[in-house]
């Protein structure tokens, strides 16, 4: 059992430095006022995932009763939706950091008696319970991360930091990827996995088929974003769906979240409460799913659908293979050793995690909103919980993929579904298009 334990509290123990590093950046006032309507108040997340793990290391493996019922509601997500959060008797900053150390400690201790035998084990012979636990801290961290970004945004003035994301040393020029397509064969290929630690929503693995198709080689830059603002995209209804219009019309959206017109005419962003200028070369960023459609069109394209997306990650012209995630790829844009957090991607340009097909940036660079409503796979089945992906199918969700700049590579993986409302800005999210394989297709 030496070696579980070990690799679990590695990974529980790291993930864990990432959150407490995030939240010692902000004072108690902050974390515990509720930033936006969109997002909980920060101290919630906080309690929320020492809460998650009592009930699934502590209660469910183990059989120990929860510290309290209270709490089991008071951060339960299903019961509580986020415009509530902050009328409930929260635990202060203090009493949220103790209960969660308390959790750790009575978890760490019974892994030692922890039985691969109960669970379904990875190849690694972690239990799937225990990594899920390990994700499911890591996106609360990047929800956080969301919720700081409105924090900057409603004061221009804080700073979260003084080293922004602009003082990382550029990539070498000469490695830079320039604006492209790739030519996608189509075919038939097995989507989804039936390994773990997927979530339910990933499986089961089920043949699929593509129709030839092109794909840019790297996401959307902002500079080539700032041209269809320029050219009134924003202006024109024939690019937009008719829901996307009536938002845009609605909130008077001129340009992606947390740009800013400076006296001169020109664009400014604010990023944590930084503003500096707009880095044309960074991957569109903070842009919701009816601004990819529109941009999308205004180049002659589209939006590809989810399984395109997949079948360009992990396509090769031999048969599919699988990359697993993000951290098993030597050249991803990934955290340094003894990196705990960053607040901005690289340049979409730099041409970090090449997929077999020739894609780049497809893991750890921008989430990418895909053309697919949130749906179960043939033959889905619930695990280990209906809430966590079977409540949300339907038309109301689209599917994004590969992962961003926040998420840590233990949660990123090319088959690994994100959802949201078509609507969302707040989300780490960017695009890039796709066209069919025909002839004179443009690509803008």
Known sequence: MSGI???VSARLGATRRRTL???????????????????????????????????WLLNQVAGIPTTSSEYDDMYNAFEHPRRERPALALLGPGAARA????????????LETLDPGRFRPWPSLVPFVYDMVVQHEQQHVETMLATLALMGE????????????????????SGLVTAGTVDLPGGNFAMGTDEDPAYDNERPAHTVRVEPFRM?????????????????????????????????????????????????????????????PLREDEPVMHVCWYEADAYSRWRGGRLPTEAEWEHAAS??????????????A?????????????????PATAGTWTSPAGCVGMLGGVWEWTSTDFRGYPGFVSSPYDEYSKVFFGSNYKVLRGGSWATHPWAARTTFRNWDFPIRRQIFSGFRCAWDARPNAREG
């Open 21 to 55: 590093d995030l939240v010692s950046l902000v004072d108690d006032a902050d974390l515990t006022r509720q930033i936006s309507p969109l997002m909980s108040p920060l101290v919630w997340d906080l309690a929320h995932v020492g809460n998650y793990e009592e009930l």
């Open 315 to 328: 396509w090769t012209p031999e048969g599919r293979k699988v990359l697993g995630t993000a951290d098993e």
């Open 216 to 276: 840019d080689v790297r996401p959307v830059t902002s500079g080539e974003y700032l041209e269809f603002v320029e050219a009134g995209g924003y202006d024109d209804e024939s690019l937009w769906h008719p829901n996307g219009w009536a938002f845009v019309e609605g909130a008077g959206l001129e340009a992606p979240q947390y740009w800013l017109r400076d006296t001169s005419g020109g664009w400014l962003r604010n990023r944590f409460g930084h503003v500096e």
């Open 5 to 7: 334990v070990d690799s």
């Open 154 to 173: 409603a004061d221009p003035t804080r700073g979260l930091r003084p080293d922004t994301p602009d003082s990382r040393t550029a990539p070498d020029p």
């Open 330 to 346: 030597s050249d991803a844009d990934l955290w340094t050793e003894g990196e705990t957090q960053r607040f901005g991607p690289l």
């Open 99 to 110: 209960y969660i150390a308390e959790v750790r400690e009575r978890a760490l201790e019974h």
